[in-house]
């Protein structure tokens, strides 16, 4: 899976670079995921800007890494969904557990008022 992998002020940005998040590359990402909160990364953001696609095991990563991230007091948001992708989180109701945000900036932001240690 192509992905870009960045921190800023304590947390980590992962950019997802890929078209589709599906059974064939889900797999690797929620590895990296797993990894990234082994090594004491917390904070993540989740950038899905690229991503055009996500079936059922994209999603299953993504709830998979916002519960180990929640298992160790931690947070895991996504940001810049395309509208396919964001319907396929409202119609799975998915839009309810996580924090989105419309863009980086924002998602970073959203760190900053948290208080407490992550």
Known sequence: MLTNIESKDAITLIQVR??????????????????????GKHRMIIDLQEVRFVDSSGLGA????FKNASARNGSLKLCSLQPQVQSMFELTRLHRVFDIFSDRHQALSSFQDLSGPA
């Open 18 to 39: 890929e078209e589709r998040l599906d059974a064939h590359n889900s797999p690797e990402l929620k590895n990296q995921m797993l990894a990234l909160l082994e090594e």
């Open 62 to 65: 993504l709830v998979s890494g």
